[in-house]
């Protein structure tokens, strides 16, 4: 180097002040201190922006390299780049220190701050200079969640000959892709994909299926985590349950069913669906008569059991292991549609979610596969009229369906869900294919057909004559009984108002309930939307901040069954090549700064 | 033809209030929500659009946006918050300057500082030109009769003489109107016959604003009718029986009453108003631009400042009832001089003017689509 560095630091803020946990005294104490530092000042909220003033203030230090550290100080670079030009030193030497990219905002705020310093101070990029220490992994791994992500994850790495204990929430495993009729855009059945998967699973010798189950407590280290698991009581032993329904036959109490969605019932003890894995009857506390009297009432199903599976008795359990490696593929939950009352969700009998209508077209489902629109029955039990879905119920002959419902909107969700245009467009030619007399329309705002063969699936939907309308419909309105679609075609320039006999919305996705807590337990961050957030967007989509914990998944955004797929198969690679090695990385945040800053030292040659 | 585009006009109409015009991604649901967009005028969307594309000759013929009351229910549907109807209002302000023929509208729109001090100037110019005419002819220490300082007569030439003068200027301004919107373009031309048969709405519109009160909230719809009914019965007042008005001390009631009710409705209206602007919670009193509170502050004002004279001149006290009677006329001449025909009280004749306009506008678009267009289809597969 020609002559010698005079470095100045000056933290700016874009929000109003440093992050609470910040404690920036002692980052300026620690900063000061590094070699060729002549200056430290806090500009404080969004400094100066005329870079006359700042070239004055770089000529009269004579500094020669300039830090900006603060939230997002990239934000200010360009002042400062253009007053080192004017002051005649070398614009690139304005070196940055994200305190927010990287994650120097939350839990140890101060020390990852200094070390984000140091490292801008000395002109090593952060990621180089803290390189996470290697630890030895444990060659089990734990899967959260047994959804399309978590099964891939499990058999890939089973299946190479690995322990995986998989953790599922819900009495079977399957998740969202279970319910699903048919896949886009081939049209796979998708239960005819998934089930095979889901045996084995239940049958794979390498995998511990713990269903009803759900993480307590994480502890230990990176490669060596010991996690608390805690399995709720099933109330039926699964090895003995032969799934004959004879319990289900006489329990008396009714609630919809969650595997269809709410568009059928099932019993207090139930099995969710009949590929169900673990394929064993579930009794669900919090309806069954006999667990909410405290032992006292009913027990019908206790009586007609014949392979006395049934033990009202049986209680949670926690238990311990130990894991090297964690997987989150939580998935995500869709979108309340109950909560845009425009749409008329939960009020108009004939406004359906996408999952009750994925329900409702599969042959699995309450009418057998037949789209019929909902009629009045007189419930026995309750002697009261409901809407209900009949096997015998007249068909729709015509049906709206409205894209973007709480996504890529600011009162609700602001991203793009990703999959409802494809999977809108995927109803429209099941409505069309077991239909052909009805009417389709696709109320749109943009056509997101992004994937492999997406395009052409919308083509196809457009030869089979469904009425593609560029326009988001603002609600559902009744005109004689009938439901009124309006909305601004601005293709033709046209207002269309079309009357439809059934409104199918298109609702998005959002992160799965149960996410925040999972994070703190787990210690990984979420983004704004609340997904977990990757590592790196580009260059690490499945892993987290900590060591040995990944990410598989629509939990980490919203993405359809390829994308998750191919997901959960890149993160099984990860955690195989960590146990085929016996060596993961630590977390980052466990990196001592003494250790970055020798590090960023002799990358940057000063001593 | 293509259309010329004009890049810079979105920053323009930034000054009249559009500052969120960008943020539409043109998914249509606030025309689709709209009570008014309806065949021919699908509205606020294809406008937000013409501001985003700069197109400022199609946006100038546009009579969509008086056709816009500001519910506020695009904007609070809007997924985008784009602000649909701040941005129809903006361009309600942004056509008044473009009608207005010496561009004294432009600059009051775009510097509020500027219309300030064509306010005060005006004040000052009224105020020196009545405390003149009134020492000279009169004497301060009389009201009304012989020897008043301010003379009902001559108070009465004096509003002939303005109201014909802002009458002429906003003849020539909606006559521009009329250029813009139906005069230049060749596929615009209706007969005659059209005009005399369309003629009813502009009472119509300009007394009842009916059309107002089919947005769904009815509560703006009354305030405002309120406002203008209290406004026209001073009006008519003022215009016709200054002579009644000013006779005192007694109570007249025959035209007190009248006089009465209107000052309150003023006053309550423009208070009710400023309220809600300050208080911001309805979405049509979420932005304010600065001559919408130059507006009220000089409505309540002038309102003030009228009743305050009279009760003065009941009260007996003649010099300081004469004192606010300057004061009142130094607030209502700039109010009416700059704010009717080139500032936000020129809609009195624009909104009529603009349904009028439309249903012309919508009978030559008839008149050139072929037969069963606009209409939706009944679709069969």
């Known amino acids: 180097m020609s002559e010698p560095l005079r470095i100045g630091i000056y933290f700016c803020w874009k929000g109003t002040a440093p992050a609470e946990c910040l404690n920036l005294s002692a980052v300026a104490t620690y900063v000061a201190g590094l070699p060729g530092v002549c200056r430290v000042q806090d500009l404080g909220s969004r400094p100066n922006p005329d870079p006359h003033f700042w070239s004055q203030e770089i000529r009269r230090q004579r500094l020669n390299r300039l830090v900006l550290a603060g939230d997002s100080p990239g934000f200010f670079k360009p002042t400062f780049s253009t007053a080192m030009r004017q002051a005649g030193g070398d614009p690139t030497e304005v070196r940055l220190a994200s305190f927010r990219e990287h994650g120097a905002t ?26 996470p220490q290697s630890t030895t992994v444990h060659p089990d791994t734990l899967v959260i969640g047994g959804g399309v992500a978590g099964i891939q994850v499990a058999l890939e790495i089973a299946d190479a000959g690995n322990k995986v204990i998989l953790v599922e929430r819900s009495g079977t495993i399957g998740g969202h892709m279970a319910m699903f009729d048919k896949t886009f855009p081939t049209l796979d059945c998708a239960a005819c994909i998934l089930t095979p998967k889901m ?36 109330y039926v032993d699964i090895e003995a349950c032969v799934s004959c329904h004879a319990c289900e036959e006489v329990c008396p109490v009714q ?6 969605s709410g568009i059928s019932k099932r019993k207090a003890v139930y099995l969710p669906f009949p590929q169900a894995v673990p394929n064993a009857y579930i009794i669900d506390a919090e309806h069954c008569t006999r667990l909410l009297s405290g032992g006292t009432k009913c ?68 009418t057998g596969g037949r789209i019929v629109l909902k009629s009045l029955k007189l419930n026995k039990r309750s002697k009261q009229e409901e809407w209900v879905f009949d096997p015998e119920g007249e068909s729709p002959g015509s049906v709206a369906i409205i894209h973007c419902v709480g996504s890529r909107d600011h009162n609700y969700n602001p991203y793009c869900s990703r999959v409802c245009c494809m999977y809108s467009l995927k109803f429209a030619h099941l409505v069309k294919e077991k239909l052909p007399e009805a009417r389709v329309y696709e109320y749109y705002i943009d056509m997101r057909t992004f994937g492999k063969g997406y395009e052409q699936f919308f083509e196809r939907i457009k030869d089979e004559g469904v009425f593609v309308v560029r326009g988001r419909s603002a609600k559902v309105g009744t005109q004689d009984g009938r439901m009124i679609i309006k909305g601004e075609d601005m ?29 703190a337990c787990l210690g990984i961050r979420r983004d704004e939307d609340g997904w977990f957030r990757e590592l790196d967007y580009n260059i690490d989509p499945t892993g987290t901040e900590r060591g040995g914990v990944y990410m598989a998944g629509a939990c980490q955004g919203p993405k359809d069954i390829p994308d998750t797929v191919a997901q959960a198969s890149a993160v099984a690679a ?26 960023a030292r002799a990358l940057a040659g000063v001593s | 033809m293509a259309v010329l585009s004009n890049p810079r006009l979105i920053g323009e109409l930034e000054k009249y209030g559009a500052e969120h015009v960008v943020k539409c991604y043109h998914c249509g649901n606030c025309s689709a929500t709209c009570p008014f967009s309806r065949e021919p005028f699908l509205f606020p969307r294809k406008s937000m659009r013409y501001l985003q594309m700069g197109l400022e000759e199609k946006l100038k013929g546009n009579l969509e946006p008086w056709l816009c009351y500001y519910c506020g229910e695009c904007s609070e549907q809007c997924p985008r918050e784009a602000e649909p109807g701040e941005t129809m209002m903006s361009m309600r302000r942004w056509l008044t300057a473009q009608y207005d023929f010496t561009g004294i509208s432009r600059l009051f ?42 003379p009902a007569s001559a108070v009465h030439v004096f509003d002939w003489a303005m109201a014909g003068l802002l009458a002429g200027l906003l003849a020539v301004n909606c006559a521009r109107m009329w250029w813009f919107t139906l005069g230049r373009e060749q ?13 009813w709405l502009l009472p119509v519109h300009f007394l009842t604003q009916k059309r107002y009160r089919e947005c769904e909230r009815k509560r703006p719809w009354a305030i405002h009718l309120a406002l203008m009914l209290s406004y026209l019965t001073m009006l008519v007042l003022i215009m016709f029986f200054l002579e009644d008005m000013q006779r005192g001390p007694g109570i007249s009631w025959s035209v007190h009453v009248l006089g009465y009710l209107a000052s309150l409705g003023l006053v309550a209206t423009a208070v009710y108003a400023l309220r809600g602007r300050l208080l911001r919670r309805e979405t049509h009193y979420k932005y304010s631009h600065e001559t919408d509170w130059i507006f009220l502050i000089l409505l309540l004002y002038v309102a003030l400042t009228g009743v305050a004279q009279h009760v003065l001149h009941r009260l007996g006290l003649p010099l300081e009832a004469n004192l606010l009677y300057l004061a009142h006329l130094m607030g209502v001449v700039p109010m009416l001089v700059l704010e009717v025909p080139f500032s936000k009280w020129a809609h009195l004749a624009y909104r009529p003017l603009g349904m009028y306009f439309s249903c012309l506008q919508a009978e030559a678009l008839r008149a050139r689509a072929p037969a069963g267009a606009g209409q939706p289809v009944a679709h069969n597969v």
């Open chain 2, 109 to 150: 729109y775009q510097s509020w500082q500027l219309e300030v001090l064509a306010l005060l100037l005006v004040a000052a110019l009224t105020g020196l030109g009545f405390w003149l005419y009134g020492t000279t002819h009169g004497s301060l220490a009389i009201y009304d009769g012989p020897g008043a300082f301010l």
């Open chain 1, 199 to 234: 045996v084995s699973v239940g049958q794979h010798e390498n995998i511990s299926l713990w269903t009803l189950a759900e993480l307590e407590s994480v502890g230990g280290r990176p490669g060596a985590w010991t996690v608390k698991i805690r399995r709720k009581a099933r």
């Open chain 1, 574 to 599: 990860r955690v195989l090549r960590s146990i085929v090695s016996g060596c993961g990385r630590e977390s980052r945040d466990t990196l001592p700064l003494a250790e970055i800053e020798a590090r």
């Open chain 1, 491 to 519: 293709l033709s320039d046209h207002m269309l108002e079309f009357p439809v006999d059934m409104v199918l919305l298109a609702v998005g996705m959002e992160s799965a309930a149960g996410t925040g807590e999972l994070a």
């Open chain 1, 106 to 131: 939350q839990g140890e705020g101060t020390e990852r701050a200094k070390a984000v310093t140091a490292c801008a101070v000395l002109g090593v990029p952060y990621g180089l200079a803290a390189v």
């Open chain 1, 299 to 366: 027990g019908a199903c206790l009586k007609k059991c014949l392979k006395e599976a049934i033990h009202f008795d049986e209680e949670d359990q926690l238990t311990e292991l130990e894991v090297g490696n964690i997987v989150v593929a939580t998935g995500y939950d869709v979108f309340d549609a109950g909560r845009m009352e425009r749409y008329g969700y939960g009020i108009l009998p004939n406004v359906l979610t996408a999952l009750e209508f994925e329900r409702l077209t599969n042959a699995a489902g309450p």
């Open chain 2, 187 to 199: 596929g615009m031309r209706v007969p005659l016959g059209a005009y005399l048969r369309h003629l």
């Open chain 1, 255 to 260: 609630v919809d069913s969650e595997f269809d």
